[in-house]
């Protein structure tokens, strides 16, 4: 058995950055109310930092983990190399999906500091009916079906650019507000502000999220085929190129609400 020395270094990548992608979900959102009550303005400056914030964490992570920042991008990754040369390992995807969970549970509180709130009060916001749920598996769908498609075209390099414009719009084009992120989104749960989302909203959004997931890879091989490109599981570690899910910033239509995606592999890729 090959021993991944570089393991520990790559999950504390994946803390580090789903710790700071929802640190600027939730702050933006927090900032945005505290300057502005029109909830379009809200809206915009949430979708605008996040998106930005998430193209950027993509950009410095993605050569070091992949920059997965989101478990299903890690589900995926592991699902498409596992007969590959370099296979992604049950250890490495138990190991970033932790990672990821803790590094939002301490976004979260982190923002939550910074604003001068109490951290760690749970979220309100009720986020249950059946259109957001819809609206929630579309929006991971798409996500997935980018980072894929990206990658199979064999242009895995764009997905800084790719993922964070499409979570940009999505936010503002889907009735959840494309979270699109499970570990985005239990760590919303604990900001009672207008990016979070009621603990008892939690299994249903996960579910729409691992549902789209699903989808999106099965439309990425309708639309490109399964030899489209040299796929993920093909490709030698050292010339793997990394897609993000992502980051998603999230809103109800009358509420802004965001969190984030990537996906890849955890090479040391130029990708996102």
Do not use: K
Request: a positive charge; charged letters at 10%; hydrophobic letters at 50%.
């Amino acid at each position: 058995m090959v021993i991944d020395r570089a393991l520990p270094r790559r999950a504390a990548a994946e803390l580090v950055g789903t710790a700071a992608l929802v640190t600027v979900i939730i702050g933006s959102g927090l900032q945005a109310a505290g300057l502005s009550q029109d909830t379009g303005v809200q809206l915009l400056a949430n979708a605008l930092a996040s998106a930005v914030g998430l193209g950027l964490l993509i950009v410095l992570l993605s050569p070091v983990s992949g920059a997965h920042l989101n478990p299903v991008i890690t589900l995926f990754a592991w699902w498409s190399q596992r007969r590959g040369e370099s296979p992604f390992s049950c250890q490495q995807v138990a190991l970033y999906i932790t990672a990821q969970l803790t590094g939002a549970v301490a976004g979260a509180l982190l923002a939550e500091t910074m604003f001068g709130r109490t951290p760690g009060v749970w979220s309100t916001q009720v986020r249950s009916a059946g259109h957001l749920l819809l609206g929630e598996t579309v929006a991971t769908a798409g996500l997935v079906l980018v980072v894929y498609g990206l990658d199979r075209i064999g242009r895995a390099q764009l997905a800084p650019v790719a993922v964070a414009s499409y979570i940009g719009a999505a936010i503002w084009f889907t009735s959840s507000g494309s979270f699109a992120n499970p570990a985005a989104t239990v760590g919303r749960t604990l900001t009672d502000s207008l990016t979070g989302i009621a603990p008892a909203s939690l299994p249903g959004f996960i579910a729409a999220q691992l549902l789209g997931g699903l989808l999106g890879v099965g439309l990425a091989a309708i639309v490109y085929g399964r030899t489209a490109a040299r796929s993920v599981a093909q490709r030698p570690p050292e010339t793997l190129r990394t897609v993000p899910v992502v980051y998603e910033a999230s809103a109800d239509r009358s509420q802004a609400t965001a969190p984030a995606i990537s996906e890849g592999s955890p090479g040391r890729p130029r990708g996102i």
